[in-house]
């Protein structure tokens, strides 16, 4: 049966779960020897660090309610059977790039799951300007593998449409086609502003006709584009890292997608990351700037070479003639394409969001000066207005909106 844990309860439930107990204690150790602390901070779950004198673990424990709202904004708990089962899919995909799962229950909607203690996250690392050379090609890896491994591209049919069928994430895909695509182009009681910022940017955004076309359109795409299992929620939040490794974590909002919208909320957070930088950081505002070129160049690259790499599937997909692989060839060309288009829109609305909905990013929230703030939010709304009204022939392009 379903209870909410605490930090007293975890250690009745770690008695009581000999799973859990064994990889903390030996029989005959009490469990008073652990120590429990809540260490979560996102928006919807409760985290736990729980130590025993050989080793740490994390608890995640989804609640009946959104977390940054409270019990008047209840949620189902089944969101932790999609992170529970996402987070299996993208083990097996990228084994380097997500946690260790000791443990999990569907009943009481939580995961016992390795501690990253050696890992930070890297929204926090970036705002104290922390460089990480190895993160675009991680994360570069991870999106080409995970969002390709799980198309109609490699999958067969059925297994894509059984897939698809598990993650109908119906409640969660609802907070981001409300959070991410309506409140933030509405006047609606959880935006929330920071009171310097200048509301006729809000207002001319949100009554600009070429603007909330597209936006509509990239909140139809979310809504009807079952191309790859997605994380969902893919900001600099729900990446750990250090200087030689990174995890994706927090995958609660996965479901079939668009693959763009990811790859999009990703460059999103690094251009919010880069555009709360000061004047005179130019070495960390060249490294943000490299490491949007390189996700997408890299993202790009590895995502074709996916596709160029299973010569069966290719076959089967209708190109089993002598210049099949060259044709095929021009259709990964043109299929990346669209994914370009969709992530710089996914991109903008992510900016948008951010600035004017509910979930801040803590890169420009963060900024104590009030007024500098505003010119940094008033910027951000300003480039996502550009790029969501735009074509780019390539990120070179995108960048030059940014810098
Ligand atoms: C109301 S929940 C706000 C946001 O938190 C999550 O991390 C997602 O980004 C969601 O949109
Ligand atoms: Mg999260």
Not at 112 to 126: C, F, P, S, T
Not at 349 to 366: N, P, S, W
């Amino acid at each position: 049966m379903y209870k909410e844990l605490n930090n007293d309860l975890i250690k009745e439930y770690i008695d009581e779960t000999p799973q859990v107990r064994s990889l903390l204690l030996d029989e005959d150790e009490s469990i008073d020897r652990l120590e429990v602390s809540e260490i979560g901070d996102g928006n919807l779950n409760f985290v736990y660090i729980i130590k025993s004198p050989r080793k740490s673990l994390i608890l995640k424990q989804a609640v009946p309610y959104l977390r940054c709202v409270g019990a008047e904004y209840p949620l189902s708990r089944v969101r932790m059977v999609f992170e529970i089962e996402a987070l299996k899919i993208e083990k097996e995909i990228c084994p380097q790039f997500v946690p260790q799962i000791y443990y999990s229950s569907h009943e009481m909607s939580l995961v016992v799951m390795q501690n990253l203690d050696k890992h930070k996250i890297l929204r926090g690392e970036m705002i104290n300007r922390v460089l990480f050379p190895k993160l675009s090609e991680h994360i570069s890896t991870f999106l080409a593998d995970t969002l390709f491994y799980t198309t109609d591209l490699f999958l067969s049919s059925k297994e894509k449409k059984e897939s698809v069928k598990k993650f109908i994430n119906i409640e969660l895909c609802k907070i981001t086609e409300d959070f991410i695509f309506t409140h933030p182009y509405e006047e609606n009681e959880t935006n929330e502003y920071n009171p310097r910022l200048d509301m006729s940017v809000v207002k001319s955004f949100r009554e600009n006709r070429d603007i909330k076309v597209a936006v509509a359109k990239m909140r139809y795409k979310f809504m009807s584009e079952a191309q790859a299992l997605l994380h969902g929620d893919l900001h600099s939040g729900s990446i750990m890292l250090n200087q030689e490794e990174t995890f994706v974590i927090d995958p609660e909002f996965a479901f079939y997608g668009p693959i763009g919208f990811d790859v999009g909320i990703y460059l999103a957070n690094l251009a919010m990351s880069y555009l709360s930088l000061e004047d005179n950081e130019q070495e960390y505002k060249d490294y943000v700037i490299g490491m949007i070129k390189d996700t997408w160049d890299l993202f790009a690259q590895k995502f074709k070479a996916n596709m160029l790499n299973h010569e069966k599937k290719i076959k089967s997909l209708q190109f089993d003639y002598p210049e099949g692989m060259e044709h095929y060839e021009y259709f990964a060309d043109s299929f990346i394409r669209d994914i370009f288009d969709d992530s710089i829109g996914f991109m903008a609305c992510e900016m948008f969001r951010r600035t004017v909905g509910l979930a801040k990013v803590a890169d420009i929230a963060g900024i104590e000066d009030l007024d500098r703030r505003a010119q940094v939010e008033k910027r951000v709304l300003q480039i996502a207005s550009k790029l969501i009204t735009s074509k780019y022939q390539d990120i070179d392009e995108v960048i030059n909106e940014i810098i």
